[in-house]
């Protein structure tokens, strides 16, 4: 069970602008960075948003993050069909000592 | 360019210890810059961190792992290694190795910006 909640699937068309929640608590999110993941199917996780909502460098500005008390989000602009993937929100836990990721959810773009 | 690489065993039997090795390129494992840890993935689920290693030597466990795994550091040869424990089945996975950049000596937030291309390890007897 993951101790971030993400939904687990999210769409939309190409040119539109999407939102991916992360909703954490106080000991996570509530007082901790945000970092964003990015997986392609087969490949490695890319770090997509680090510290709530820096891009880091060659990731487009397309690409921004958020957060709001206890959750976070992963907004995604001028969608394009290569931005279908899996996407993660991470952070650390200062109750549980421990970095804990949200389930994933799974963008399909239409 | 920086590179990391998984090796190890792609088969372990149940109850017996599963070991990996990061081999790291282009940066030294030893930098006060950085930390390094160990991230898995089951097949067609999601991520789970399984613990950090930062620079001092200090470790950071996955409290749910954590008296079953163990980390170390061969400078010599710029790696760094996993070992977990008396594997089951639930330990199958894509493991990945990862450069982590905001450890601290109290926290090690999961702002992994380099990747290894993960290795998957299946526990079956």
């Known amino acids: 069970q993951s101790m971030l909640t993400q939904p687990p699937s999210a769409s939309g068309t190409p040119g539109q602008r999407v939102t991916i929640s992360c909703s954490g608590s106080s000991s996570n999110i509530g007082s901790n960075s945000v970092y964003w993941y990015q997986q392609l199917p087969g490949t490695a996780p890319k770090l997509l948003i680090y510290r709530t909502n820096q891009r880091p460098s060659g990731v487009p500005d397309r690409f921004s993050g958020s957060k709001s008390g206890t959750s976070a989000s992963l907004a995604i602009s001028e969608l394009r069909s290569e931005d279908e993937a899996d996407y993660y929100c991470a952070a650390w836990d200062d109750s549980l000592t421990r970095s804990v990721f949200g389930g994933g959810t799974k963008l399909t773009v239409l | 360019q920086l590179q990391l690489q998984e090796s190890g065993p792609g088969l372990v039997k149940p109850s017996e210890t599963l070991s990996l090795t990061c081999t790291v390129s282009?940066?030294?494992?030893?930098?006060?810059?950085?930390?390094w840890g160990w991230i898995r993935q089951p097949p067609g689920k999601g991520l789970e961190w399984i613990g950090s290693?930062?620079?001092?030597?200090?470790?950071y466990y996955n409290p749910s792992l954590k008296s079953r795994i163990s980390f170390s550091v061969h400078t010599s040869k710029n790696q760094f290694s996993l070992r977990l424990s008396s594997v089951t089945a639930a330990d199958t996975a894509i493991y990945y190795c990862?450069?982590?950049?905001?450890?601290?000596?109290?926290?090690?937030?999961?702002?992994?910006?380099?990747w290894g291309q993960g290795t998957l390890v299946t526990v079956s007897s």
């Open positions: 990862a450069r982590q950049l905001d450890c601290t000596s109290t926290s090690c937030s999961p702002d992994f910006d380099y």
């Open positions: 282009a940066v030294s494992i030893s930098s006060s810059s950085y930390s």
């Open positions: 290693l930062y620079y001092s030597g200090s470790t």
